[in-house]
């Protein structure tokens, strides 16, 4: 059976966000007490090619388990730092839910099925989740075959997210600038070029709610700027630059707090690989690999 590269880059969808899928796909199909996330959607947001790499590699095909095991061998850690990544903004957005947020707004939403899995939200939260028109187009069609009809509590917004547009867009789509709001950005900050991050952030204190909070994953500056030490680290910058999504912007390493608290925030939480390795990776998990590469933060909005 033969299987081509997984290298995917399109014009109108993001390749990346497709990718991103392909890994919760990977890891939902594992048993309940193995499996680090779950998300029994992600399996549709992958393409026909995806589709027959992953059940080749659900039948144990010599070729592509050997296709998966090189991707771990040149990209060691990365799939568990993902899916980690996964379950952390899962569990930081359960617990944003118990504490009352009102909005919650998902920017480079992609493939991101929180507004559809996570409990409790639907009935709580008005979900708004922003990408271009060409993913939403695609993200749309499929939620209606898993539903039969879009969601009422998920409002699609199609906007620049590093544009002081952002808020005026949102706003027309009653978006309510005083209500306490979550802003997920998962796999999308070091794709934007820093003065879009700065007006990003900025736009977010000045048009939120008091307790309003934001939680992103960030690469150090050094894999922006080629003086990366680790090997890992130039594959995935090579990779994504492949693909036509090349990074932007990162964060030197041990500044993450003072970076955000100069830009109207508070609470400021770091989540180092050492971190969700400790909380997420024991048992009979213990021994798999995380990447140093990826690190969380959440914060709340200073007001």
Sequence with gaps: MKISKMQ???????????????????????????????????????????????????????????????MYRLFPGTQNSIVARVRYFDDYLQNCIDEGIEQLVILGAGYDTRAYRIVGLKEKVKVFEVDYQGTQKVKTEKIKEIFGSLPHHVTFVDADVGSEKLFKNLLKHRYNQTQKTLFIMEGLVYYLPPENVETLLSS???????????????????????????????????RVKQSGEPLKFGIKDGTVEEFLKERGFSHIQNVTSEDYKKAYFYGKNENREVCSLYSFVHAMVEH
Excluded: W
Aim: glycine share 6%; aromatic share 12%.
């Design 8 to 70: 995917i880059k399109r014009k109108d969808t993001s390749g990346t966000a497709e990718e991103i899928a392909f890994h919760r796909v990977i890891e939902s199909a594992k048993n309940e007490e193995e499996r680090i996330c779950y998300d029994p959607y992600a399996v549709h947001f992958i393409g026909p090619e995806l589709l027959k790499f992953f059940e080749a590699t659900a039948c144990n095909y010599p070729e592509a388990k050997a296709r998966l095991e090189e």
């Design 204 to 238: 977010i204190v000045q048009n939120s709610g008091s307790g309003s909070k934001i939680i992103f994953d960030y690469f150090p500056q050094s894999m922006v700027d080629g003086t990366c030490e680790l090997e890992v680290g130039n594959l995935i910058y090579e």
